[in-house]
């Protein structure tokens, strides 16, 4: 089975799309870290991310013990957050793919030779699979963008024309 690692950003734009259903009902093993859960603040996003963990479909792995001086590192050598630095820590140890809203970590992810991908190609991914109509996935898009996301607008026009003309 397919394992993926998500970081804030994903979470978020995935909350703001009200996809989340739509990604967790495709049964892949889906983690991230702890440190991760720590940057979703809004009470609402809060309580669905909870309600993912709860259920077994979001597992929140900690950073261990001897692991924080890997973690600052690879934080401090990337120059990302601690948080996204462990999310890109442990796809390296699952051997996962990253899944991440946030181009420097995407970009410092690949030059590490780690599977990485984004909120446009889980979009992709949901309507390719028929998990998400044309309609909705330009509906969910355009909730993401409304929300602040720092998605490419090229690649989202290019999506949201497509999805739009059916």
């Given at each position: 089975?397919?394992?993926?690692?998500?970081?804030?950003?994903?979470?978020?734009?995935?909350?703001?799309?009200?996809?989340?259903?739509?990604?967790?009902?495709?049964?892949?093993?889906?983690?991230?870290?702890?440190?991760?859960?720590?940057?979703?603040?809004?009470?609402?996003?809060?309580?669905?991310?909870?309600?993912?963990?709860?259920q077994?479909?979001?597992?929140?792995?900690?950073?261990?013990?001897?692991?924080?001086?890997d973690?600052?590192?690879?934080?401090?050598?990337?120059?990302?957050?601690?948080p996204?630095?462990?999310?890109?820590?442990?796809?390296?140890?699952?051997?996962?793919?990253?899944?991440?809203?946030?181009?420097?970590?995407?970009?410092?992810?690949?030059?590490?030779?780690?599977?990485?991908?984004?909120?446009?190609?889980?979009?992709?991914?949901?309507?390719?699979?028929?998990?998400?109509?044309?309609?909705?996935?330009?509906?969910?898009?355009?909730?993401?963008?409304?929300?602040?996301?720092?998605?490419?607008?090229?690649?989202?026009?290019?999506?949201?024309?497509?999805?739009?003309?059916?």
């Amino acid at each position: 089975m397919k394992a993926f690692v998500k970081d804030a950003n994903l979470l978020i734009d995935l909350l703001e799309g009200r996809i989340d259903g739509h990604w967790f009902g495709l049964g892949y093993e889906v983690f991230t870290s702890s440190l991760v859960l720590i940057e979703i603040t809004d009470p609402g996003q809060r309580a669905t991310v909870n309600a993912l963990v709860t259920q077994g479909a979001l597992r929140v792995v900690d950073v261990p013990a001897d692991g924080w001086d890997d973690v600052a590192s690879l934080a401090d050598q990337w120059g990302v957050s601690v948080p996204d630095a462990s999310a890109a820590k442990l796809a390296m140890d699952l051997e996962a793919t990253l899944l991440s809203g946030d181009g420097r970590l995407r970009a410092k992810a690949r030059e590490a030779r780690l599977d990485v991908k984004g909120t446009l190609w889980v979009f992709d991914h949901l309507v390719e699979l028929e998990r998400l109509s044309f309609s909705e996935a330009a509906s969910a898009l355009r909730r993401v963008l409304v929300a602040g996301s720092f998605l490419p607008r090229d690649e989202c026009e290019a999506r949201l024309a497509l999805w739009d003309a059916g």
